[in-house]
Structure formats: structure tokens, C-alpha cells
């Protein structure tokens, strides 16, 4: 592990919430390391005949208030350090919504693109195979992430349930809606954080119309461009990992997806429409209103956050700015939205998925954006008025409100003082 590692990072929000806490040291202690991380090396059937390995983990990080959940990423660059810092994130992202779940997350060291459909089965299956004994409905429930989707999901529910010898739906989340999966899941991120913004659009004092650029045009980005411009935003620019676009006037939403779903980058649509091409990492500096970072972690650094003109920025993204960049912004007077916060409708669907697989019934639609909006409505009011009495930035506000909750279910298990007095 390098000396400074993502996990150390991540632990700094620790420290600065507990700043602002009166709460037992047992509780540092019990957060400050991951419960259980488990290495493996998944081997499978090559469709050469060859047999190949790669190695995966599954992060359990804390599960005082509940079993852990967190998505499992395909991904070549993943390591444990990564994994353990995602879990962490996942812990408190659980406990700022107030679910009753801990953190934890999963990977495979692994560029799905290189593998075929059927090796990519076999990968998915074989990562169950290898955790089938941390994993369950009361124990740890995956989801997907980068790289994994509903497919995956589909067989690695089908793949639990034949070790087990029963239908365990409930065992992972973002599943097909033919295989238990909850209406509403697909656009849950984005959409979590669209009812955040209008929600707290008075406080900020947004204006009616804002000028939006969108980093990242994958399911998050594209949902909330979706979202946005129905209600009347312009958005202004949009990038993928190949370029970006621009339109003073505001960008054809129709033009970017129906590029997207014939496989072709945002840029291609440059010259329709009004759409000006730009180089990808030009997006952080565009002239707007709200930036809504919606693709990787670190893509606001401490050598561009200076170029953002956008007095609010929600993270839809995990982790998408560096915490010397967070500071550069506060100087600058940019509101952010946090990841933990902003982004906590996919794990927020998640949670009520596994409700409908645990009950056996399904609500429509309506009822599931009713509940989303409620539970991001209650939340995101929480954490706005933390940041408001405390003096604190919203990042800060919603690590003090999902310690708060952490504090109070380590603490409620005995602490020093208990114990001894
Ligand atoms: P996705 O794979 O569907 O989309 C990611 C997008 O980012 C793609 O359009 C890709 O081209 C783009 N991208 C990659 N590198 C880029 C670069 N250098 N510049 C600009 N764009 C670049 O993924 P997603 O599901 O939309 O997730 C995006 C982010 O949101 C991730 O950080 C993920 O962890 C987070 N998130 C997603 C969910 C969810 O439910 N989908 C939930 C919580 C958090």
C-alpha cells in the first residue's frame, strides 16, 4: 500500500466530523480500519481453452448499523486500497440517509472490454462462488458500479441462488426488473440528486433557469441532463471520455443520448444543432451555473478547481474532487453538494429494491420517486442545517450527520466509561 494511501485520505472527513462531535474514542477506533477485507483470485475457463486469473475483493467496512452494502466494480486499475476507501464512503453514505445497512463494496481487477459475453458470465459467477460466504440478504448486499450492470446482477443472483438451493432475491440490488429488480432504480442517482437541488434551490437562491455542464455522460450524466432540461435548464456542455460539447443556447439532449446508444461519443454530435466541440478536460472551466461532475474520482484537482466558474457543484460522481481542490473552492465561494449526499439515491433504490425482494411486493413507480424524494427532502434538510449551525461546509455537515447516527450505534453497545464506572 503506497504511504499515503486513498484510505488515509478519506479519513481525514473523519477527524474534521468528529471536530464538531462530542463522542466516545471508541467510536474512531471502530471506524478508523475496515472489519473484514477479503482477497481472492478468481480462475476461470478462457474461451481459448486457457485458464486465467484475476485477483478480487470484497470490503465489509463497518456493519454496526446493519448488514453492509456497496456495489461490486470491474475495473483494471482496482486495488484493495480502493476498495476499502469505496466501503468506507459506503458507510457513511448508508448512515447520512439513515438506512439501516453498513458500508461495503467489492472489485475485480479486470477491463470487462477485453473479456467476451460468455467470460464475462463466468467472471461474474466465479466472484460469487468466492464470496458466497460473506454475502446475503442480512450479511453484506451487492450492487453494481463501474463496469457492472443489471445483467451482471441477474447472474450473480442466479449463481447465490443455486449455491444456497433457493431464491435469495434480496441478496443483491440493481437486478432486472424481471428478476426483482425495483422500478425507478435505473435513473435513482441522478434523480436523488435532482430532488436534492430543487429542494434546496430557495436556500441557495438558484436561479430559474440555470446554465448546467455535465462531466461524464453514463447513466448518471445522462439522467440528470434528462431531468434538468425538463425543467428549463440549459445544459451548456456535456463531456465523455473522448471529448466534449457546447451550446451557449443549450445542448439537444435527443442528439447526445441517441449518439450515446449507437455507441458514439458526445463530440459526434459537434456541427448539429449548434453543438461546439471541446477537448474533455475544458468542461471544468465552462461558464455556468451548477457542474455536475458525473464521471470518475479526482477529476477536480488542484490544478483546474481554480478554473470552475460554477457557484454549485453536485457530486453525482464519487469522490470526483480532491481534497486540496475542495478547499480551493470553498475560497472561491462554490457551494458542493457532497458525493455522500448528493449521489445517495442509487443506494437509497437499492435499499427499497431489497425491501419489495423481502416482502414479496412491488409498488409502482410513483410510489418508489415518492419515497426517494421524501427520504433526499428530509436528509439533504438534515445536513443544510448542520452546514448552517455549525458554520461548515456541506461535505463537513453531511460527515457530522452520518457520524452522529454511527456514534450513537457504536456507543449504544457500552463505551470505556460504561465499562468501567
Ligand atoms: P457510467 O460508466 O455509466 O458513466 C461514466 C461516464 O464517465 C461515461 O460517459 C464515460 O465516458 C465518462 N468518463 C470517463 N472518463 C472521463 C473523462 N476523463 N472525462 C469526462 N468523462 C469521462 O457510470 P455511472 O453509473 O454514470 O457512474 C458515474 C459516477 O457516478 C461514478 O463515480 C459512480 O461511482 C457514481 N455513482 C453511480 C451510481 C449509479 O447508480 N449509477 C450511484 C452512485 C454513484
Known sequence: MPEHSLLDEALVRLDEAAAHLNIDPDVIEKLKYARETTKVRLMIRMDDGSRKSFLAWRCRYDDTRGPTKGGIRFHPESTADEVETLAFWMTFK?????????????????????????????????????????????RDIPAPDVYTNSMIMGWMADEYAQIVG?????????????????????????????????????????????????????????????????????????????????SAAGLHIDLLTHAKSIGMPVASTAGNGGHERLEADELVGIECDLLVPAALENMIHENNAAMVKASLVLELANGPI????????????????????????????????????????YWPVEDIHQ???????????????????????????????????????????????????
Open 166 to 246: 433457493q431464491h435469495e432475491p434480496a441478496m443483491i440490488t440493481g437486478k432486472p426488473i424481471a428478476l426483482g429488480g425495483s422500478l425507478g432504480r435505473g435513473d435513482a442517482t441522478a434523480r436523488g440528486g435532482y430532488y436534492l437541488v430543487k429542494h434546496l434551490a430557495g436556500d441557495l437562491k438558484l436561479g430559474e433557469t440555470m446554465r448546467v455542464a455535465i462531466q461524464g455522460f453514463g447513466n448518471a450524466g445522462q439522467h440528470i441532463a434528462r431531468l434538468l432540461a425538463a425543467d428549463g435548464h440549459k445544459i451548456v456542455a456535456v463531456s465523455d471520455s473522448q471529448g466534449a460539447v457546447f
Open 322 to 361: 480532491t481534497p486540496p481542490a475542495d478547499e480551493i473552492l470553498e475560497a472561491n465561494g462554490t457551494v458542493v453538494l457532497p458525493d455522500i449526499l448528493a449521489n445517495a439515491g442509487g443506494v437509497t433504490v437499492s435499499y427499497l429494491e431489497w425491501v419489495q425482494n423481502r416482502q414479496g411486493f
Open 94 to 138: 448508508c448512515a447520512v440517509m439513515n438506512l439501516p445497512y453498513g458500508g461495503g463494496k467489492g472489485a475485480v481487477q479486470v477491463d470487462p472490454r477485453t473479456l467476451s459475453k460468455a467470460e464475462l458470465e463466468r467472471l461474474s459467477r466465479a466472484y460469487i462462488q468466492a464470496f458466497a460466504r460473506i454475502i446475503g440478504p442480512d
Open 371 to 421: 419515497r426517494l424524494q421524501t427520504m433526499m427532502e428530509s436528509e439533504g434538510r438534515a445536513v443544510w442545517e448542520v452546514g448552517r449551525e455549525k458554520g461548515v461546509t456541506l461535505r463537513t455537515a453531511a460527515y457530522v450527520h452520518a457520524l452522529g447516527r454511527l456514534a450513537e450505534a457504536i456507543e449504544a453497545h457500552g463505551t470505556q466509561s460504561f465499562f468501567t464506572s
